[in-house]
């Protein structure tokens, strides 16, 4: 097991948000916008990541293109994928929204000179019969993401351009027993050759749809790390819920930084609290000293009034005689 990555405020207080949490709802799906739970999904189902760390596939994750609510022209069977675009819509049918999509670098096939990205989607799915078979809803997804990468078709369109397509599903309850706990994948495959020749994969692996089914019971590791992780996000949290977050996401970083940003905003309180007490003291004594001073040229000027005063009744009695 490789060690956990850092988590960071944000994982941490949605962790906290849905520790009570008793069903799929939103947000618990918010968790998978979060890069950290994101790494540890696509570690563990994603063949082009197998090999490298969860810390560095958070890195080939494109933060900006994470999304989950961008409208995308209706009324166009092929529309372009923004990063933030989450739902397409194809002539005479409903519109199609996404649980999450966002862009991560494919480090098989980017270069020094191109950069070749995967697009990924993630579904949360509650009901794994919802009345339909999910691979196939998958696959129709992919589909659109596929064909949602080129404009109108034209005789100069590059389909070369096109980047492979994921579609991750997450399915919680109502799952046969026999099911539970385990991850089936799904893809385009060169399933047979006449003749000589050899195919290269990258030019027909497009689409992979990857289904995850969890269950109605505690998972026991058996060596599927991602399925015991996403059992322990997934579900109303359970004594040991740190334990093994930690063994994936280490949260007590991020919380012992929150409180060091909570000591040292206080710290920085009580600094200006100090000026500011400071600056009262100082306007407390330069008022005294203009009290003081105000008193002193008051009765500097009673004295003077009243030397006038008598100066004005002896000229007064000198003039009279008196």
């Not at 990541?49 to 560095?56: E, F, I, L, P």
């Not at 670098?105 to 950069?115: A, D, G, H, M």
């Not at 407390?284 to 004005?312: M, P, V």
Request: hydrophobic share 35%; charged share 30%.
């Amino acid at each position: 097991m490789e060690e956990a990555i850092r988590g960071s405020l944000g994982v941490a207080s949605s962790f906290q948000l849905t520790e009570q949490m008793e069903a799929l709802d939103q947000q618990s799906k918010n968790l998978l916008q979060y890069k950290e739970v994101l790494a540890v999904i696509l570690k563990h189902t994603v063949d082009e990541y197998a090999d490298y760390s969860v810390a560095k596939v958070m890195d080939f994750i494109d933060a900006d293109s994470i999304s989950t609510s961008t409208e995308v022209s209706r009324d166009r069977t092929n529309t372009r994928i923004e990063g933030s675009s989450t739902e397409f819509a194809e002539l005479s049918e409903k519109t199609t929204f996404f649980d999450l999509v966002f862009r991560a670098k494919n480090p098989r096939l980017t270069s020094q000179v191109i950069l070749v990205r995967l697009r990924i989607n993630l579904e949360a799915q509650k009901e794994y019969r919802p009345g339909y078979p999910i691979e196939k809803r998958g696959i129709y997804y992919l589909a659109r993401m596929l064909s949602s990468q080129l404009n109108l078709l034209t005789e100069q369109t590059d389909y070369g351009q096109l980047e492979k397509c994921y579609s991750i599903w997450i399915c919680r309850d109502h799952i046969p027993k026999k099911e539970q706990m385990s991850i089936s994948y799904y893809g385009i495959s060169n399933f047979k050759n006449v003749g000589s020749c050899s195919p290269r994969k990258e030019d027909y692996d497009l689409l992979q749809l990857v289904v995850i089914r969890l269950g109605d019971r505690d998972y026991q590791s058996e060596g599927e790390d991602v399925l015991e992780f996403l059992s322990t996000i997934f579900y109303p949290h359970k004594e040991g819920f740190r334990k093994k977050i930690a063994k994936y996401i280490d949260l007590d970083s991020s919380l012992q930084e929150q409180e060091v940003d909570r000591m040292s905003g206080l710290g920085e309180s009580i600094f200006l609290e100090g000026i500011e007490e400071g600056r009262e003291k100082e306007r407390i004594n330069t008022e005294r000293e203009r009290q003081r001073a105000n008193a002193a040229e008051g009765r500097a000027n009673a004295a003077e009034e009243e030397i006038h005063r008598l100066q004005e009744e002896i000229r007064r009695m000198k003039e009279t005689g008196v």
